[in-house]
């Protein structure tokens, strides 16, 4: 042990000496920089793209699962309701939503990873679609042989749908969201452990100018500068484009996320409120209409206006509370507010026809609203929110795809830039060894 | 007699001479200049529109009039294959843009340029009136909540017959048009997916799940059909003709075109086959590269005006896909007030449930397909 610690005294005894011990202290700063930058880098490269490839897609798939279900749904219960001459054109609507809705099953499994608890959910949702198609087939078999019992199946398949399916899929969302909040907030483990050694390579480089400006008199080593504005691009480049990385995730999910999150729950609670309709007509069961009414509500607070319609597509407060209402208050450019203003006047077509519903004086004249303009109506709000959802999702695997972006050549940089910095140093230091000789 | 239709079937050489008109307009226009951010070119078919009657401006012209855009409307849309080769693959095929602010291709058609990267979003933020497309057309599985087109027109393809050369018999369903009785005086119509799509009905398979398997099927039954003379021809709306020459006592029809004809001729008649009919639908949409989307999107907020879309209607008798024509037409009284209660133009709810979109094929299934029935209608 003496040995070393000799050697390195007898080195400190000299000014070439000192020149020496000072470039060896920089360049292991500076290397470990490269290293520890570049592993920091990557590992928040490869945590981006993630969340990008995984943990949001998984998020979409999961919100639009929720709105594939509710549409299979609605066009099942239209579907029905056209009698033994089944409307075709809600059945393909049926069969298009299920097979959606299957393959997006198939897109969260293959994306969740070994997360037990959401593969737990998702089998549960699984079993409880099939199950819930089952019962849709039974309800359907019933309606076109003309034979009782049908009515009882769609009961029990909007029953599942609304109760076990929702709560599942609303577990299986809180996991996902989890699962993305935790892959965000680890990003940036690794960036700190690289902005702590670029501190410490940066105070040495300094110290070290220091050093040689009072050893040689001379005011700048053009090269140990070169090295010190180097290291400093590259721990600044680490440094911002892991802010910025971070921020345009968190602007995907404040304003990608978050609207679809808000516009799926619009799906849904219409669905709500279109299924308890359907059921109150089969059953005539009064609590059936005043849950369809609660779930109508919770949409908008009253009848839209062109006031409301207006207001929502200049982008004004809207008069009425509810989803729609909160919709039309996060649409931030002029196409989301035309959008939110255009589920407006298709949910109010909608509640026109609940009004003509109600107001029929037999149950066919009920059952023939329902078919003819309820159905159609619904059909216009829910492919406008769909529609929202579609430009929803686009924004937010955009924004992820520009946190992505702004990392592509960061674990390039982070490896030559403090290489390059310690290649500068050594030569600025070898320049004044060089005069000694 | 020329509709919008009335192009599909015309013969080889005056499609090429249209073509290559239709080239040569392209190449002159492929810069748009003279008209600046005012200006708008629209591609749509013939006769597809209410034009400059005497006093009475035409929508182009009222268009005009009211937003200062001025308009070069081309009527020279003459049919999918030929504006695939002639005017999409050429140009947008290369990264060019059309020359054109709206084309209006038939659905099927639209699929395939979205499917291309080949359009535009439709600036919604531009076109309040969006509200107004018939929510039928906004589940397109291609385009769901109608992002990228709008709809222009809708028509139907049913059974036209002429009772008196049928021996007064009411012909109800496509397999009728197959009874020996008819032999040689049976017209079909053109276009393959339509049909195929009603052949399909007869053997109980849905055009709106085509399968080739299917679609063989109902290809192998015209084949037969015509090899046996039952059919006597593939037209496009030649069969207004042939109804009225009696050449044809009953054929496939589209809705149109029948309900234009029934203005002279009452006693010819059009039904929506017991099996199911087929509807099919023109759409606006912005090509990529479009000069003036802004524009384009007045445009199409104009026409979805229920007002400036039931005087279309009223000229074209097609289908209109915006809500609140029939509202309009009957205001209007008269003639107008008539159409509103036209099944055909407002087909109830039952009929709409009896109405098939062609739908389930890719566009290599579809070529070949194309192609049996090519060499078997000749």
Redesign the interface.
């Known amino acids: 042990m003496s040995g070393p610690v000799a050697r390195l005294r007898a080195l400190g005894g000299t000014t070439p000496g000192r020149y020496r011990l000072w470039s060896g202290a920089v360049g292991i700063a500076l290397v470990a920089l490269a290293l520890v930058g570049t592993a920091a880098a990557s590992g928040l490269q490869s945590a981006t793209d993630d969340i990008r490839e995984n943990s949001g897609p998984v998020l979409v798939a999961t919100q639009q699962l929720v709105a594939s279900l509710a549409e299979a749904d609605a066009a099942a219960s239209a579907a029905f309701l056209?009698g033994r001459?089944?409307?075709?054109?809600q059945r393909?609507?049926y069969?298009?939503a299920l097979a959606r809705a299957n393959a997006q099953l198939e897109d969260v499994s293959s994306l969740i990873g070994d997360d037990e608890a959401a593969h737990q959910s998702l089998k549960s949702v699984s079993v409880q679609v099939t199950q819930y198609a089952g019962l849709v087939e039974a309800a359907r078999a019933s309606n076109r042989a003309g034979v009782p019992g049908g009515e009882a199946y769609l009961v029990q398949a909007l029953d599942l749908l609304g109760s076990a399916v929702a709560g599942e899929v609303n577990a299986l969302t809180r996991i996902t969201q989890d699962r993305f909040g935790r892959d965000e907030d680890g990003r940036d483990a690794g960036v700190l452990v690289a902005a702590a050694v670029a501190l410490i390579a940066l105070v040495t480089l300094i110290a070290a100018q220091r050093s040689l400006t009072h050893h040689s008199r001379r005011l700048l080593n053009v090269p140990l500068v070169v090295a010190t504005l180097a290291m400093a691009v590259a721990a600044g480049w680490l440094t911002i484009a892991s802010l910025r990385s971070g921020g345009d995730l968190d602007d995907a999910r404040e304003f990608g996320y978050e609207s679809i999150a808000l516009t799926a729950r619009i799906q849904s609670t219409g669905f709500r409120a279109k299924a308890d309709q359907t059921v109150a007509l089969i059953t005539n069961d009064s609590a059936r209409r005043t849950s369809a009414e609660r779930s109508a509500i919770e949409l908008i607070s009253g009848a839209v206006t062109p006031g409301d319609v207006e207001a929502a597509?200049v982008g004004d407060p809207v008069s009425r509370s509810g989803l729609l209402a909160d919709a039309a208050k996060r649409a931030d450019?002029?196409?989301e507010?035309?959008?939110v203003?255009?589920m407006l006047?298709?949910w109010q077509r909608y509640a026109d026809t609940v009004g003509q519903l109600n107001a029929a004086p037999t149950p066919d004249a009920r059952r023939?609203v329902a078919?003819?303009p309820g159905s159609?109506?619904f059909?216009?709000f829910n492919?406008?929110v769909?529609?929202?959802l579609?430009?929803n999702r686009a924004q937010f695997l955009g924004g992820l795809q520009d946190a992505d972006d702004r990392l592509r050549f960061l674990p390039a940089l982070t490896l030559l830039l403090p290489l390059g910095a310690a290649a500068a140093a050594l030569l600025g230091f070898q320049l004044r060894i060089n005069e000694y000789r | 007699m020329l509709t919008r239709r009335g192009f599909l079937g015309a013969s080889a050489a005056v499609m090429a001479g249209a073509v290559l008109g239709c080239t040569r307009r392209d190449d002159e226009r492929s810069l748009p200049t003279g008209f600046g951010d005012r200006s708008l070119r629209v591609l749509n078919w013939p006769d597809y529109i209410d034009a400059d009657d005497g006093t009475t401006p035409g929508t182009v012209s009222r268009f005009s009039g009211e937003t200062g855009v001025a308009v070069d409307y081309v009527e020279e849309y003459n049919g999918n294959e030929e504006a695939f080769a002639d005017v999409f693959e050429p140009t947008l095929g290369q990264g060019d843009p059309t020359g054109y602010d709206v084309v209006v291709p038939t659905y099927w058609a639209v699929a395939r340029l979205l499917d291309r990267g080949w359009l535009e979003q439709v600036?919604?933020?531009r076109?309040?009136n969006?509200?107004n497309i018939?929510?039928?057309f906004?589940?397109m599985?291609w385009d769901?909540?109608?992002?990228y087109h709008m709809p222009w027109q809708v028509g139907i393809t049913g059974i036209a017959y002429n009772p008196a050369l049928t021996g007064g018999r009411e012909i109800r369903a496509v397999a009728d048009l197959f009874d020996p009785t008819l032999r040689g005086r049976v017209g079909m119509v053109s276009e393959m997916r339509e049909t195929v799509a009603l052949v399909m009905l007869t053997q109980g398979a849905?055009p709106?799940?085509a399968t080739v398997r299917a679609a063989e099927a109902a290809l192998d039954r015209l084949e037969s059909s015509v090899g046996d003379g039952q059919i006597a021809g593939f037209t496009a709306n030649e069969f207004v003709d042939a109804l009225q020459d009696g050449s044809f006592a009953a054929c496939l029809a589209w809705s149109g075109d029948i309900i234009q004809l029934q203005r002279a001729r009452p006693d010819i008649r059009f039904v929506i086959p017991v099996e199911?009919g087929i509807r099919w639908f023109d759409s606006m949409v912005i090509p990529r590269g479009a000069s003036n989307p802004a524009a384009a999107a007045d445009w199409m907020n104009f026409v979805y005006d229920p007002a400036n879309a039931a005087r279309i209607t009223e000229a074209v008798q097609y289908i209109s896909p915006v809500l609140g024509v029939r509202e309009e037409l009957a205001r209007a009284g008269g003639e107008a007030a008539q159409l509103a209660s036209n099944p055909i133009l407002f087909p109830d709810?039952?009929t709409?449930?009896?109405l098939?979109f062609w739908s389930g094929l890719d566009a290599d299934e579809e070529d070949r397909l194309q192609e049996r029935f090519s060499s078997i209608t000749g």
Not at chain 2, 144 to 147: Q, T, Y
């Open positions: 056209s001459q089944e409307d075709p054109e393909r609507l069969e298009e597509r450019s002029p196409r507010r035309a959008a203003a255009e006047v298709r023939a078919v003819g159609s109506t059909n216009g492919f406008s769909e529609s929202v579609g430009d | 600036p919604i933020e076109v309040p969006h509200v018939d929510p039928a906004l589940g599985p769901r909540g109608a992002r849905d709106s799940r199911g709810d039952e709409r449930r009896r098939y």
